[in-house]
């Protein structure tokens, strides 16, 4: 221990040097200590090339570590958890971020300072990475954790019934299993950008005591920072969710017929001069514009004027501008209808707030033009403006590869388009870039890295493609990639949507990678061609026998598409086909699904 008297026996010091040293630890409180006993250790062993190795101080595994866990299906849980370790380094603290699909469970017994960071999907569930240390915490075999100090931010959207459940649970499974709250966790909405880093900042400002009191972890090769040393800046992407690449339009064609209950679009997109690089699997945001025709009749029902200058966190601009491009008018939420009541004194969307339950049916038809015009209440601009939501960029599954397409990125874009109270509704964005933004326009855009939808990294590996509707789009993206690789593996897709003649998407070229073999098998489910409804899952059980050695064959599976139904379907037509053509019980077929999962040879990208 460093404050007992250093034993000349063992020490390389001189005795001055040993008088100095023993002066300087008597003068130390045990937080600088234990932060000079790390320094030193962690720059011993930066050294150890040059020096000879010191015996390893007797730590805890991983005191003095921040480990930061995310859970994060579209990538904002993971920027989150990104800012909190890149703080942390840059206050000194040592922190890891790891994704949870990474991490091993068994872990979790060493860990003594956790944060978490998820969002959560659908009905209160967990995003697919989370999914393992979700079930871990849960099961009997979790470890005591007694001694371990957690925070936890939680990324979700009011709009949902279950919000933030996920993080909820996390939190309290954590303590159920001894954990102690460190941080007042924080459940954010789609605006989180506006509230993380304050969280952040806050959760520092807790932990960096307990980190620092505690030291570098064993076998720490970092050199704790210097006081007053500036942390290395984060590595810096060009374009990214904050900074977006203005990119030009190429083509938007309608790939449904003319009959179609459906309105598909494919878009090409132009990234010259970006230096964006994405990869089959990926996604790409894109902002939009909402319709200004809307906006400008929402302006008169509210009997406003679209030239006042409205305040947008530290910017100004004009009303009408920020309703066309900074604000949310589609995807109607809980938090607008309290604050518009409030702002506005609107007894019957007041009266909302005892009735969650008739809020959530309310808003599940409405998008938020509607209930404005149902409500048009003269209020101030900036009242409008402050309880309205930042409009969020949304995402899609990028269905071309880089290695054919180059300097473009192309999107199968299922446009939202339906009538309800005498109006024609259209989604946001879909509707921009679906109908309003021509061929030369501008779009802003950014891509979103999916490390958790890739093509198996060996080219002969076999892959079985399930993707109905617009959820064929990162297959088309996989068919590309492994095309111009020459990719020889076999390749099975499976895709349905309701007709035939109308909506087979991308029906020439499937059949031209059939004949090229790299596409070695195609099933279609073409759900309204006839009187009973025919799925992809009907496909899968028909060909369960030849799907099943596919599997025993290392086959990588992957889901695209709808996430309420279709994938929860499919999911269960695997475990049926499993326990059949092998032979399992139930739980067996569970276990070789859940290991598939884990190996990633079942990956899923559902929304
Ligand atoms: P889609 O609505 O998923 O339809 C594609 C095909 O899947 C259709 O033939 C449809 O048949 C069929 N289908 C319907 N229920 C299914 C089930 N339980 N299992 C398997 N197949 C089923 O395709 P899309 O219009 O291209 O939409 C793609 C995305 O839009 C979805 O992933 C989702 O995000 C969103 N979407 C969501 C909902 C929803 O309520 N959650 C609804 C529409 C679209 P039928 O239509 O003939 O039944």
């Known amino acids: 221990m460093l404050h007992q008297n250093i034993p000349q026996t063992l020490s390389p010091l001189s005795p001055e040097q040993s008088a100095q040293m023993q002066a300087l630890m008597t003068s130390l409180n045990p937080v600088q ?112 954790l007694d001694g371990a100090q957690i925070a936890v931010l939680g990324l979700g959207d009011t709009s949902y019934e279950f919000f933030c459940q996920t993080a909820i649970d996390f939190e309290e499974r954590l303590v159920a299993l001894g954990a102690t709250v460190a941080v007042e966790r924080a459940l954010l909405d789609v605006d989180f950008d506006d509230h993380a880093p304050g969280w952040i ?18 076998n720490s090769n970092v050199v704790p920072m210097m006081p007053g040393l500036v942390a290395d800046a984060p590595a810096l992407t060009a374009y990214t969710k904050k900074s977006p690449f203005t990119a030009e339009v190429s083509a938007v064609q309608k790939i449904t017929g003319r009959d179609s209950t459906k309105d598909v679009r494919h878009l090409e997109i132009s990234l010259e001069g970006s230096g964006l690089h994405y990869q089959a699997g990926d996604a790409l945001g894109v902002y939009f514009e909402n319709d200004p025709a809307e906006v400008d009749a929402l302006i008169e029902a509210l009997s406003l004027d679209g030239d006042v200058l409205v305040r947008l966190g530290e910017a100004e601009k004009p009303l009408r501008a920020a309703l066309i491009e900074d604000l949310e008018l589609t995807q109607s939420y809980p938090g607008f209808v309290t604050a518009y009541a409030a702002a506005a004194e609107i007894p019957a969307l007041q009266a909302f707030a005892e009735d969650k339950a008739a809020l959530r049916d309310y808003l599940a038809e409405r998008q938020i033009y509607d209930i404005l015009r149902e409500h048009p209440k003269p209020i101030a601009a900036q009242a409008l403006v402050d309880a309205l939501r930042k409009q969020q960029p949304r995402l899609y599954s990028i269905a071309s590869s880089q290695k054919e397409m180059e300097d473009e990125v192309h999107l199968t874009l299922g446009v939202v388009a339906y009538d309800a109270f005498d109006r024609a509704h259209m989604g946001g964005c879909s509707g921009f870039l679906g109908h309003r933004v021509e061929e030369g326009g501008a779009l802003r855009v950014f891509v979103e890295h999916n490390d ?98 596919w599997l025993e064959q290392g086959a990588h599976v992957y889901v695209c598409g709808d996430a309420t139904r279709m994938a929860k379907d499919v999911h269960q037509a695997l475990l049926d086909v499993i326990a059949e053509h092998g032979g399992h019980s139930a739980e067996e077929a569970e276990a070789y699904l859940s290991a598939l999962r884990d190996t990633r040879r079942y990956q899923r990208d559902v929304y």
Request: net charge negative.
């Open 33 to 144: 200590q234990a932060w000079i006993s790390g320094y030193l250790a962690a720059t011993a062993s930066v050294a150890a090339g040059a020096m000879p190795a010191l015996p390893a101080a007797p730590v805890a595994a991983a005191a003095g570590k921040l480990t930061v866990l995310y859970g994060s299906q579209t990538g904002n849980a993971k920027h989150v958890a990104q800012d909190l370790v890149d703080k942390g380094k840059a206050r000194g603290l040592e922190a890891s971020l790891i994704n949870m699909a990474d991490y091993k469970p068994s872990k979790l017994k060493d860990e003594k300072h956790l944060a978490i960071v998820v969002s959560t999907y659908g009905e209160g569930e967990p995003p697919e990475p989370a999914q393992k240390l979700y079930d871990f915490i849960g099961s009997k075999k979790a470890p005591r």
């Open 201 to 218: 900042d806050g959760a520092i400002d807790v932990l960096e005591p307990a980190l620092k009191a505690d030291g570098p972890p064993a």
């Open 452 to 549: 958790l939808f890739r093509l198996p990294e060996a080219a002969d590996t076999p892959i079985i493609m399930i993707g109905p509707g617009t959820g064929i789009a990162p297959f088309r993206a996989f068919l590309q990639d492994r095309d111009a690789d020459g990719a020889d593996g076999k390749a099975w897709l499976f895709f349905g949507n309701p007709h035939f003649t109308q909506d087979f998407l991308y029906q020439v070229e499937l059949q031209s990678y059939l004949k090229s073999g790299t596409l070695s098998r195609l099933d279609v489910a073409f759900s309204r061609d006839q009187a009973e409804k025919i799925y992809v899952q009907d496909r899968l059980r028909e060909h369960g026998a030849e799907l099943y050695a």
